[in-house]
């Protein structure tokens, strides 16, 4: 039972890796532009920055 979950773990993480190289390679070769047509960073991932405004926030 031991091996199996290793070896069911060890899948996962090179799926894993495999996947998040691929993302990255898609990442990089899709090129982004900002407000005036020249390249810039792409829109920021993840959760809000602290200090931003939450529009339903009434305090």
Do not use: V
Request: aromatic share 2%; glycine share 8%.
């Amino acid at each position: 039972m031991r091996n199996f979950d290793l070896k069911a773990e060890a899948e996962m993480r090179l799926h894993s890796d495999r996947l998040a190289e691929e993302l990255a390679r898609e990442r990089s070769e899709r090129p982004t532009t900002a407000a005036d047509d020249t390249q810039g960073p792409g829109p920021a991932e993840g959760p809000p920055t602290a200090g931003a405004a939450d529009p339903d926030d009434e305090g």
